[in-house]
């Protein structure tokens, strides 16, 4: 049974950074597509930021364009979302997926069939 897990969110200034982690068990994810999503109290599920099986494609929303990153590491069976500059609209309880591989990843939640329990971040003074 494949199961995510994330980790690393917290409290954190604005401005500051934060590293997330999804570890994967149960299955390899090398060969599927692996994204992250928030949602913000009061606010719909958005797309974050994804990565191919490859980790040659990846893909954000216009919102942390040019702050955040994204990587993995198959042989760790971990994906990584590197937050940088961030704001108090990043504010969300951050939930990683996986679905199926190929050469795009999508930033569409009925992509992806496999979910997280999701970490909190919070930015605020």
């Known amino acids: 049974q494949l199961q995510l897990a994330e980790s690393g969110g917290g409290l954190v200034q604005p401005g500051g950074s934060l590293r997330l982690s999804c570890a994967a068990t149960?299955?390899?994810?090398?060969?599927?597509?692996i994204a992250w999503f928030r949602q913000a109290p009061g606010k719909e599920r958005e797309g974050v930021s994804c990565?191919?099986?490859?980790?040659?494609?990846?893909n954000f929303a216009d919102s942390v364009k040019d702050r955040f990153t994204i990587s993995r590491d198959n042989a760790k069976n971990t994906v990584y979302l590197e937050m940088n500059s961030l704001e108090s609209a990043d504010t969300a309880v951050y939930y990683c997926?996986?679905?199926?591989?190929?050469?795009?990843?999508?930033?569409?939640?009925?992509?992806?069939?496999?979910w997280g329990q999701g970490t909190q971040v919070t930015v605020s003074v």
């Open positions: 997926a996986t679905g199926p591989g190929g050469p795009h990843c999508p930033l569409h939640a009925h992509e992806y069939d496999y």
């Open positions: 149960g299955v390899t994810v090398g060969y599927r597509s």
């Open positions: 990565i191919n099986w490859r980790g040659d494609r990846t």
